[in-house]
T-cell receptor, first 114, second 113 residues
């Protein structure tokens, strides 16, 4: 399975944009890029996913590099509630979708300062 | 709409005892997954059901763990006998068809003493 590399932690101020990077240099052409987050004492929560094009939803935006070797999760206006561990995940090639065989890794611990 | 529900939220048992965790997926979701995070480690995949069939159980640690999903609705994960290293948080998730979005429950915190 393709591996991802994320910074251990990042800090941002409330109401400012946050850019969370993820490197996945061994990504294959059919690998999707998924982002989940885990708030304290909660289960993981789906954030967004993409393949090649940039994606937007109500929670965040996903910017995917042209060579797909990296991506950036963008929180446009961080709130205190966005403090969580963010995971960049490439599901296995034989994955049937959903949460089949996801490798969560250590993720990025996002700290939001008021 | 109710999300993924897990019971109990916490369980404390003695080493050697049996514990059964339950997961109720979102209604209509045919895919159901179990994950766990043991102390100090990363969240790890355990297995995947499609309806009542085990699609992928490559993450099950050993034969002390038994997962079932009779009737393709709720699922149980039994640990028998429990060992100290089984302590951690067990998460269940569900998804619909080939959708890439999965929904996780709040988890069951298992403590084996």
């Amino acid at each position: 399975d393709a591996k991802t590399t994320q910074p251990n932690s990042m800090e941002s101020n409330e109401e400012e944009p946050v850019h969370l990077p993820c490197n996945h240099s061994t990504i294959s052409g059919t690998d999707y890029i998924h982002w989940y987050r885990q708030l304290p004492s909660q289960g993981p929560e789906y954030v967004i996913h993409g393949l090649t094009s940039n994606v937007n939803n109500r929670m965040a935006s996903l910017a995917i590099a042209e060579d797909r070797k990296s991506s950036t999760l963008i929180l446009h206006r961080a709130t205190l509630r966005d403090a969580a561990v963010y995971y960049c995940i490439l599901p296995p090639a034989n994955s049937g979708g959903g949460a089949d065989g996801l490798t969560f890794g250590k993720g990025t611990h996002l700290i939001i300062q008021p | 709409e109710a999300g993924v529900t897990q019971f109990p939220s916490h369980s404390v048992i003695e080493k050697g005892q049996t514990v059964t965790l339950r997961c109720d997926p979102i209604s209509g979701h045919d895919n159901l997954y179990w994950y766990r995070r043991v102390m100090g480690k990363e969240i790890k995949f355990l297995l995947h059901f499609v309806k009542e069939s085990k699609q992928d159980e490559s993450g099950m640690p050993n034969n002390r763990f038994l997962a079932e999903r009779t009737g393709g609705t709720y699922s149980t994960l039994k640990v028998q006998p429990a060992e100290l290293e089984d302590s951690g948080v067990y998460f269940c998730a569900s998804s619909l068809g080939a959708a890439r979005v999965a929904f996780f429950g709040q988890g069951t915190r298992l403590t084996v003493v």
